[in-house]
């Protein structure tokens, strides 16, 4: 990973009215600023088609940082020094060729080598069109360099995914693009290599001839609120399947990589996600939320919330069951699991280690014997539990559960958000915690079953674990879910 200092920069921000920007974005770079190694190195101009000036986007800034923010002179000094504003009005041709007159104006009056962050924090229909008028007004290529971010989702299917980076690749090589998923800049998915390749303890270990199965739940509490329209048309397996859970799938299951960089990482994960066997119909389950109780409140269902057709087949749940055919990996089940209206949210990771030979306790009835297990919490109160095997005191040979437990926030306090972890790593050029181009197509790939029409939809009622119908994928193996 690159941990230099970033070269001085103009962070441009499309989409900067939107709720991505003023709650993520914003406050991410006003952390960044905050350090000495990164003081006055970057300035930001959003951009969007409302018709703001300057002063007027700065007191909305001022507004998103929060009240203590507000009465903080330093902060407001930030802000006037280093945020300006540009409208994009029609988003005509003559509107890019504003952007690209007032980028060198700024870039002049700031004394700036012309290096350049394009952030598209816009929907996913906006990407192509924003990249190819970057374009034709030059701005894809600069003085210095220049990088662009793309959130996920990154396309809709394999086809719009291969055609989003044909696009991209038009106008910037790989290495100057970004695609950023905000799970990978998450303190405990990135401590995943390092738990992994720094501790003797684990590599000998992590493969099939010591874990039976692997299972990685990323389970939401509320439903889809007032996100009705937008999640008609992304569902559970484009939301976070297709991008989150397999990620984290690839830092899982990956060989020790060559070193710790982009290439090197995204070589590894690459190797898992080729690696996975195609997906047959009894691989998997979806399901849709049903009214529901919690709470001795009663819940809606997913046809009843606003935005939402009410014939929908979009799932609200999916379970899967991955065979990764890899010498390490061969014969153990990875599980992944994700859903509205569970009960309750978090995102783990559960290790379950192959049970140890019982023939040692046989001659004793009242013995139970599990199996050890590593549960990764990913969200909230990120840490790592280690359950293993004692002996009960007293007469009799009677096993009980323990666990070994570390929590970040007891050892190292608030973690950084994400945002911010992964906008420094753009400034610095380090593509470590970012999606390559054919990790997404490949994902897309093994996805691909899953968003075939007439796929079976299960209903299950809100506040439950889903559908009855996904103890299908577990039982077969003698496993089941893990709800704790």
Known sequence: MNRGYPDRHL???????????????????HEIEKSAATQGRAIILGVARASHTDDQYRRLVIESLGK????????VEWVNRSIFFQSLGDQSRYAYEALRVRIEQIERSRDLPGNRIFYLALPLPAFAPTVESLGAVGLDRGPGWTRVVIEKPFGHDL???????????????EQHIFRLDHYLGKETVQNLIAFRFGNALWEPIWNRDRIACVEITAAEELGVESRGAFYEKAGAVRDIIQNHLLQVVGLVAMDPPAGIDGTSVSNEKLKVLRSIAPLR?????LGQYAPGEAGGKTLPGYLEEPGVAPDSRTETYAAVRLAINSWRWEGVPFYLRTGKRL???????????????PAVFNPYIVCGNESNRLTITLQP???????????????????????????????????PEAYQTLLLDVMRGDHTLFVRNDEVETAWQVCEPLLRPGVPLHSYPAASWGPRQADSLVEPAGHTWVNQ
Do not use: W
């Open 11 to 29: 962070v441009v921000i499309f989409g900067a009215t939107g709720d991505l920007a003023h709650r993520k974005l914003i406050p991410a770079l």
């Open 381 to 415: 109160n990120e840490g790592f539990n280690l359950a293993f095997q004692v002996k009960i005191p007293g007469e009799g040979m009677r096993l009980h559960t323990q666990e070994m437990r570390f929590r970040y926030a007891d050892t190292f306090g608030t973690l």
């Open 68 to 75: 203590s923010a507000q009465a903080d002179p330093r902060v």
């Open 159 to 173: 086809a719009s995914a291969v055609s989003l980076n044909a696009l991209l690749h038009r106008h910037h090589d």
């Open 343 to 357: 009960p309750r949210k978090t995102t783990k990771i559960v290790v379950t280690f192959r049970c140890p030979p």
């Open 281 to 285: 119909e009894d691989d998997f389950i």
